[in-house]
């Protein structure tokens, strides 16, 4: 099973996670994949994240996490011992967010809402130091990300299994190219460095 965590002002509608759905589908394994509709709110976004691995069998439960949702995939990760897919995670999020406080809109839903102090308050709360077990994580990082400083993020999940793209983009838009590379890290099956 994989539960896949959308990113800041995304949804279960982005393209990564059609991607995830479509190549298991072709598998005969759609119902493999929850995407759960996240709040902005960080809180009720990991209550949500929770009830939605409460469904699932630990041991054949992988988290796939895009920006901010690699953010949360880290604390639900360290929490419950589960493998953990980051595909351009956020670290601090709560700095990062900052010069975004005031008015935002979801990009699929049109929903809005005002970000706020006690939006980046939450998501400090939800800060995790060192990782326990690098082994557990696959990172997926475009050198070229235009939102976050990947080398931050190296230096984050340093010791973890990492597909390193020298180019790319915040969204990953490489990321069809790499899923054989995350079903298998999903299934136990793992082929891709640690560095």
């Known amino acids: 099973m994989f539960v ?24 005969g394994r759609g119902a493999e994949v ?13 209550e949500t994240a929770e009830r939605a691995l409460a469904a699932c069998e630990p041991s054949t439960t992988t988290l796939v996490g ?5 953010y949360y995939a880290t604390w639900l990760a360290e929490r419950h011992g589960l493998r953990s897919v980051l595909v351009n995670p956020a670290v601090r999020p709560y700095e990062l967010l900052g010069q975004f406080v005031g008015m935002q809109t979801n990009l699929y839903t049109g929903a809005s809402y005002e970000l706020t102090a006690a939006h980046l308050e939450q998501l400090r709360a939800l800060e995790i130091g060192e990782i ?4 557990r994580y696959l990172l997926l990082v475009a050198m070229a990300d235009e939102v976050l400083d990947s080398r931050v993020t190296l230096h984050k999940y340093r010791g973890t299994h990492q597909i390193i793209d020298p180019g790319g983009d915040h969204g990953f838009s490489d990321f069809a190219r790499h899923i054989d590379a995350i079903l298998a890290f999903g299934a136990g099956a793992v082929s891709v460095p640690r560095r």
């Open 66 to 70: 895009s920006s901010l949702g690699g």
């Open 132 to 135: 326990t077990h690098p082994e």
């Open 34 to 46: 929850i995407a759960p509709e996240l709040s902005h709110w960080p809180e009720r976004a990991i």
């Open 4 to 27: 896949y965590l959308h990113g800041f002002n995304s949804s279960p509608q982005s393209f990564k996670v059609r991607v995830l759905r479509e190549r298991l589908s072709a598998m």
